[in-house]
């Protein structure tokens, strides 16, 4: 057990046994927590490693731990986003991976870290959490559904945001997380379908794999385009894309990636909707051993539940109903495949035409993320 008396430090990351003492912390700090997703440790390290992650090719971060004698009692990274800066005009750095115990002494001295090495860097704010940019885990949990959180989202103890309050974080911007069970679709989205369909002529059709780069190529393209205008935004490097394209490759089932295309073929919106494999991720503690994988195998036909991890259209295209055709047809694909329910995140809670959107969907918006900003 932590010695409270102890003396508090806080030592940058800098050796390969630093880093793993920053991995193995959340062991601790969730033991006992149902709804705690372990991540896998080798998704983890990879990530701080400037030859695996692309992140690093543009920016730069430095990750810190907060120690008691012997113990580690926190951690936190100071993130340095070159394009965020360059593409939004604003001197704001970033923390991110903050896990603590319930210490405000030792939350305080790991923001303090970050501080000081985002001042040195002539950052004018800090904004957060984020790991490493909002294109990944963005943002702490604040209220909702006791419940795990669905696929690359986060879960955090109940003591977090008075932490963060606490060393003068205050809120910045609230994220929505919406959920919607099988069979609660309202009777007038099939009608829109109809109307939509037959007004544009718009197809749906699926990701071909066989072409995975150039489908590639096409969903950049939209995605970019699509939450170029959103606040917080920055859109992904070709290298950053092709990073999660790689990571997320294995899991993903043509049949729940699918574009919207004019009568000619012009790909006017895409949707990619995964697995919840936060479900299958709960049961391996971190580690694909040879063991894991065949539980992973066994489990991941298990999953219940389906995260629409994007759904963007190109500007002219919406407000057209093209959404709600990529939304039936990924929940009909999903309702097929045995998943008998949908989670929607993450909304910023200012977007209310895609709020609005979604709740006309049936769904319900079911926890609440923030993100959190002080100056420097």
């Known amino acids: 057990m932590t010695n409270p008396a102890s003396p508090l430090l806080v030592v940058p990351v800098e050796s390969r046994a630093d880093l793993r003492r920053f ?19 080798r998704d983890v390290r990879a990530a ?25 009692v926190g951690r936190i990274c100071a993130i340095r986003n070159r394009n965020h800066e360059a593409i939004h005009e604003e001197s704001v750095g970033f923390f ?8 405000p002494e030792a939350a305080e001295a790991l923001f303090d ?22 294109n990944e885990t963005t943002g702490l949990l604040i209220d909702g559904d006791p419940r795990p959180p669905v696929l690359l989202m986060a879960h955090n103890p ?27 679709w309202p009777e007038h989205l099939f009608r829109a379908e109809k109307l939509v369909t037959r007004r544009y002529g718009t197809r749906i059709r699926t990701l071909d794999m066989s072409k995975f780069d150039e489908e590639l190529l096409l969903i950049r393209r939209i995605y970019n385009a699509a939450w170029e205008k959103n606040w ?5 490097t070709d290298a950053e ?24 073929g012009e790909a006017i919106g895409f949707t990619l909707a995964l697995p919840d494999f936060n479900q299958v991720l709960h049961k391996l503690n971190g580690r694909l051993t040879p063991l894991g994988l065949l539980k992973a195998l066994y489990y991941k036909r298990k999953v219940t539940c389906l995260r629409v991890l994007i759904l963007g259209l190109m500007e002219e295209w919406r407000g057209k109903g093209i959404d709600v055709l ?29 709020n609005a959107g979604i709740e006309r969907l049936g769904a319900r918006m079911y926890r609440t993320y923030r993100l959190y900003e002080a100056p420097l």
């Open 23 to 41: 991995i193995d912390l959340p062991w601790s700090i969730y033991r006992g927590d149902p709804n705690w997703v372990p991540p896998l440790k």
């Open 48 to 72: 701080f490693d400037p030859t695996k992650h692309p992140f690093h090719l543009h920016s730069e971060v430095q990750p810190y731990l907060a120690l008691r004698g012997r113990d580690v």
């Open 96 to 103: 991110g991976w903050f896990e603590c115990i319930d210490d």
């Open 113 to 134: 870290a970050v501080r000081g090495w985002l001042r040195g860097r002539g950052l004018t704010a800090l904004r957060g959490p984020t790991s490493f940019s909002t």
């Open 158 to 184: 109940p003591w977090y945001p008075a932490l963060l309050e606490g060393c003068g974080l205050r809120k910045v911007k609230d994220l929505y997380c919406w959920n919607i069970l099988e069979g609660a």
């Open 232 to 236: 917080g935004f920055v859109p992904m």
């Open 241 to 264: 894309m092709d990073h999660m394209a790689a990571e997320l490759k294995p899991i993903i089932d043509p049949d729940l990636a699918l574009f919207a295309e004019t009568p000619d």
């Open 326 to 354: 990529l939304y039936l047809a990924i929940f009909r694909n999903g309702t097929a495949a045995g998943m008998n329910e949908a989670d929607m995140s993450w909304i910023l809670e200012d977007n209310r035409k895609m």
